[in-house]
């Protein structure tokens, strides 16, 4: 499993990446992908909300299930990563780059403190 050391990880296994400016992208893991299998189609209504650190912002179908996604920090909701409205499988091919799915404004960056760095997620996914 590839857990890349620059990100931030939840336990519903979000990853964040501070972008600048109090920015960020967000997506979900390689485990998670690898959880969901084929990913079909992706819902996020929550764009332009300013939504708590855990609450849902939006949700991810696979074949077999659909998946609620959930804000790693508080922050607003900037925008839909595009690439992924038409190609959705691009969460199974490049999780971290080409498949993250929202860009956020941070209203607590702090937050970021309060969540696991990649040797903390891999042990978290391990058991």
């Given at each position: 499993?590839?857990?890349?050391?620059?990100?931030?990880?939840?336990?519903?296994?979000?990853?964040i990446k501070e972008t600048g400016n109090g920015e960020a992208i967000v997506g979900i893991t390689e485990f998670a992908q690898?959880?969901?299998?084929?990913?079909?189609?992706?819902?996020?209504?929550?764009?332009?909300?300013?939504?708590?650190?855990?609450?849902?912002?939006?949700?991810?179908?696979?074949?077999?299930?659909?998946?609620?996604?959930?804000?790693?920090?508080?922050?607003?909701?900037?925008?839909l990563n595009s690439e992924i409205e038409s190609t959705p499988e691009l969460?199974?091919?490049?999780?971290?780059?080409?498949?993250?799915?929202?860009?956020?404004?941070?209203?607590?960056?702090?937050?970021?403190?309060?969540?696991?760095?990649?040797?903390?997620?891999?042990?978290?996914?391990?058991?």
């Open positions: 499993m590839n857990f890349p050391e620059n990100l931030k990880y939840t336990k519903d296994h979000e990853w690898g959880e969901l299998g084929d990913i079909v189609f992706v819902e996020v209504e929550t764009v332009g909300e300013t939504l708590k650190k855990e609450e849902v912002f939006g949700t991810i179908e696979a074949v077999k299930t659909v998946s609620d996604m959930f804000m790693p920090v508080s922050g607003e909701v900037l925008e969460i199974n091919k490049d999780s971290y780059n080409g498949g993250w799915i929202v860009k956020i404004k941070m209203t607590n960056p702090v937050e970021l403190n309060e969540l696991m760095n990649a040797a903390a997620y891999s042990k978290h996914t391990s058991h």
